[in-house]
């Protein structure tokens, strides 16, 4: 079965950037009358899957929404799980990652994560900086709205001291004051559970993204979906507001 998917990828017309918005995992384990951490630590699982698959097939950027700025909201004892988390994954993943050669970014406040996660990821960001097979942007304590007012309040700071000409600025040169800076905007965004909506992920970034929504549950997505998504990605056809080459 997977083989079969494998074989109807276009491998030379892979998206360079995939962006997942890993939801449902609280549904999963209330499915199997499982506390939402049960989910949460599946959901971890799928994470090492999916990586794994995209540094396989020579993606070379992924971005993971880990914890918005909206999950405060959550129950203090999750948020506390999260993090634990958060901090198993990169404590049991960090050599894998290393030796693949995949480097750790994050994108988000991370000043507002605990000292110990916090510590522990700003560590492996050290640690892999110099690779360059696959980046791997953890999107923690993000938020699209509040990226954008960071990146407003940095360009205000630069025209301010003189280092930048408030002319100059045009929609690339901003894009370099967000967190993903220079990187190729995602080509395709993925959201399991299904949620139809985007939970203020990357707003700048998506502009030109095209959508796979699915009803299954992230601990249930595996490496077959990836690979639905990204054969049903190369089906579509991105026009960028123009037309068919043959209209
Ligand atoms: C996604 O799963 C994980 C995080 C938001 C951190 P959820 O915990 O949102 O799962 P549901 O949406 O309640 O099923
Ligand atoms: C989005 O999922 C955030 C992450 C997956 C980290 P949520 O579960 O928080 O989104 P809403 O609340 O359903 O919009
Ligand atoms: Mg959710």
Redesign the pocket.
């Known amino acids: 079965m997977t083989e079969d998917l494998i074989k109807q990828m276009e491998l030379d017309k892979l998206p360079k950037h995939i962006a997942i ?4 995992n ?1 549904r999963w384990a209330r499915k199997r009358f499982l506390p939402r951490t049960a989910g949460h630590k599946a959901g971890v699982d799928k994470v090492k899957e999916i990586v794994q698959t995209v540094g396989d097939l020579g993606i070379k950027y992924l971005t993971l ?4 700025t ?2 405060w909201n959550r129950p203090k004892e999750e948020i506390e799980s999260l993090m634990k988390l958060l901090l198993y994954y990169i404590r049991s993943e960090l050599k894998t990652l290393h030796k693949n050669e995949v480097r750790i970014q994050v994108i988000g406040d991370i000043s507002q994560i605990q000292t110990l996660p916090r510590k522990e990821i700003l560590r492996a960001v050290e640690m892999t900086k110099n690779n360059n097979k696959l980046i791997l942007n953890i ?1 923690l304590n ?1 938020g699209g709205r509040s990226e954008l007012v960071r990146a407003a309040k940095l360009f205000a700071k630069d025209v301010k001291d003189g280092r930048l000409d408030i002319n100059s600025i045009d929609e690339e040169s901003f894009k370099q004051y967000l967190y993903t800076g220079s990187q190729p905007d995602p080509d395709l965004l993925i959201r399991p ?1 299904g ?1 139809l ?1 985007i ?3 990357l707003l700048y970034q998506i502009a030109y993204s095209e959508f796979w929504f699915s009803n299954i549950y ?1 601990p249930d997505f595996s490496k077959k979906h990836l690979y639905q998504a990204i054969i049903d990605f190369q089906q579509r056809d991105r026009r960028y507001g123009g037309i068919k080459d043959d209209e």
């Open positions: 918005i890993m939801d449902g609280g929404y880990a914890f918005s909206e999950n999107a993000y559970s949620e909506r939970s203020n992920f992230w």
